[in-house]
């Protein structure tokens, strides 16, 4: 990697890569219901020696790791094993790299990282595991190069709506949270926070990562909490990231 040019946003962190830097070959860590997108951060707690060997591998390089759902949900695919059709286990086809941007190591010999969205990317194909034995794609970020622009993003949200599903929601499933603090967050702070700490299942998971802007994840959001909440179905059908 070449050194990277200071950046002309303020509101962008000088350690984020730009569009250049963004690796071809990426490694990915595949976890049902779990997901990222860019701007979030994802807190990981990795204890497998192939996933320590990948982490420690992307330290030494890029830094960045792609998340990914598999395609059966209920777990992870990454051990390698085959399927019925002799290959890997299969994962979603888009996924969200993000760069390491901190991590702890434990005296039980676990990495606790924290995980910072940069980019959404569409699996080109899949490599050989790598030597430490944990999997790798070709990924193609172009079609979400868009992702990287999320500080000047403008968000069309109905908080007013938001506000009312989400307490609906929470007091559906007796849940308590930081009013105050969802109050001042911004609305593409909060859509992002939202979608990623909710408990939705892996198809909803994966509807709020493809959708294809923070506008739409919001339509999409609402539209999730209200069903949950009231059994009403969606007003119009999410759109979505091709």
Request: glycine share 10%; proline share 10%.
């Amino acid at each position: 990697m070449t050194d990277r040019p200071p950046s002309n946003n303020p509101a962008r962190s000088p350690f984020e890569p730009n569009f250049e830097q963004l690796p071809e070959a990426l490694p990915i860590f595949p976890l049902s219901g779990v997901l990222l997108l860019p701007g979030g951060k994802l807190p990981l707690n990795v204890f497998e020696p192939r996933y320590l060997a990948m982490i420690f591998d992307s330290l030494a390089g890029h830094r960045m790791i792609g998340m990914v759902q598999p395609v059966q949900p209920g777990g992870y695919a990454g051990d390698g094993l085959p399927t019925g059709d002799g290959g890997p286990p299969k994962v979603q086809r888009i996924g969200c790299a993000g760069r390491i941007s901190s991590f702890n190591e434990t005296e039980d010999g676990r990495l606790l990282l924290a995980l910072s969205g940069v980019c959404r990317f569409e699996i080109g194909r899949e490599l050989d595991l790598a030597p430490g034995g944990y999997r790798r794609v070709m990924s193609i970020f172009a079609p979400f190069r868009g992702d990287l622009d999320h500080a000047d993003e403008l968000v069309d949200l109905d908080r007013e709506r938001l506000m009312a599903a989400l307490a609906a929601y929470f007091r559906s499933r007796n849940l308590s949270t930081d009013w105050e603090a969802v109050k001042q967050a911004a609305d593409r702070n909060l859509i992002t926070s939202l979608s990623m700490v909710l408990p939705f299942g892996p198809a909803e998971k994966q509807a709020l990562l493809e959708a294809a802007d923070t506008t739409a994840r919001a339509k999409l959001l609402i539209a999730l909490l209200e069903m949950a909440s009231f059994g009403q179905p969606p007003e119009t059908t999410p759109q979505r990231a091709n």
